[in-house]
């Protein structure tokens, strides 16, 4: 099992930044790719952010290419998304994914809520 735990999330005015954090725990070594999703109300769960194992390959949505930048820190078992020149479209429920390989699996954490307001 894979628990993950993310964090970040708030208010934050248009054009603003905002860092998310995932903690992962549990069985860390079986963790392959992680990655970002969101939801906004009243719609499906969408891609956001994909990084490899290493960190090597990152993957974007078109809507936040250039904006945001995911990355990992495997030392500390931590996923993280800078989200840059943010819009109120990206205001959304964030969660946390990660994919073990051998025997593939996924997992999702809570979520995390970001409102991009004035």
């Known amino acids: 099992q894979v628990q993950l735990v993310e964090s970040g999330g708030g208010l934050v005015q248009p054009g603003g930044s905002l860092r998310l954090s995932c903690a992962a725990s549990g069985r860390i070594s079986s963790i392959n790719t992680m990655g970002w999703y969101r939801q906004a109300p009243g719609k499906a769960r969408e891609f956001v952010a994909r990084i490899s194992r290493t960190g090597d390959i990152t993957n974007y949505a078109s809507s936040v290419k250039g904006r945001f930048t995911i990355s990992r820190d495997n030392a500390k078992n931590t996923l993280y998304l800078q989200m840059n020149s943010l819009k109120p479209e990206d205001t959304a429920v964030y969660y946390c994914?990660?994919?073990?390989?051998?025997?593939?699996?996924?997992?999702w954490g809570q979520g995390t809520q970001v409102t991009v307001s004035s």
């Open positions: 994914n990660a994919v073990t390989f051998v025997v593939v699996e996924d997992y």
